[in-house]
């Protein structure tokens, strides 16, 4: 059963705190991806992997980063989080660029 | 700006109509597309997706038209049924290489009403 995890999924912090999100898949995909979703924005792309530490800029990078140091995760990480950045955040791989994405369950972030 | 574009936010079609989904682009590269769908607190999954190599592809009651020319491609469910109900989220990228991004439109929420 091909499946993409994300950890936490509910996650309450305050401003200018860090922040990890987690993800994990276990299909061997070589491409992950991080987006956030916002009321009338729909699925915004933060950063996108290629494989291990091939990471490139989505349309929204600033205030993140990220972290593939195994094929099967990739890390979401806010340093000094922003109440910006609340947001539901969701992952997804895929065997490669343009195949089906598989998407995580999601994580909802609060920054007070 | 938004590269990709879903004009209509909601839509409401008769049980057993046909639903048609519309997704403008303005990436003259773009050449992935692909329709979303997406039950309210869940994940979105890939219905069906088409390569710019085709103007049309079917599945089942599921049909995607590429209009490359005019920089639009839609969806059009058959005989819509209930469970139809959910925001369909369009999606256009370029396989540049080293490059490759996926733009998502911002959705369209689909009513099918008995």
């Known amino acids: 059963d091909m499946k993409v995890t994300q950890m936490p999924r509910y996650l309450i912090k305050r401003m200018g705190e860090n922040v990890l999100l987690e993800c994990g898949q276990d299909?061997?995909?070589?491409?992950m991806y991080w987006y956030r979703q916002d009321p009338g924005l729909g699925l915004q792309l933060i950063y996108i992997s290629y494989d291990v530490d091939s990471n490139s800029e989505g349309d929204i990078p600033k205030g993140y980063r990220v972290s593939r140091k195994k094929r099967e995760h990739f890390s979401l990480i806010l340093d000094s989080a922003k109440t910006n950045q609340t947001s539901v955040y969701f992952c997804a791989s895929s065997l490669f660029w343009g195949g089906e994405q598989y998407f995580g369950p999601g994580t909802r972030l609060t920054v007070l | 700006g938004q590269q990709v574009k879903q004009s209509s936010p909601s839509l409401t079609v008769q049980e057993g109509g046909i639903s048609i989904l519309n997704c403008d682009y303005e990436n003259d590269m773009f050449d992935y597309f692909a329709w979303y769908k997406k039950y309210p607190d869940n994940s979105p999954t890939l219905l069906i997706s088409v390569r710019s190599n085709v103007d049309k592809r079917e599945d089942g009651r599921l049909t995607v038209f590429l209009n490359k020319s005019g920089k639009h491609f839609s969806l059009h469910i058959t005989a819509s049924q209930p469970e139809d109900t959910a925001v369909y989220l369009c999606?256009?990228?370029?396989?540049?290489?080293?490059?490759?991004?996926?733009?998502f439109g911002a959705g369209t929420k689909l009513t099918i009403k008995p």
């Open positions: 999606a256009a990228g370029a396989s540049n290489y080293g490059n490759e991004k996926i733009t």
């Open positions: 299909m061997s995909h070589e491409t």
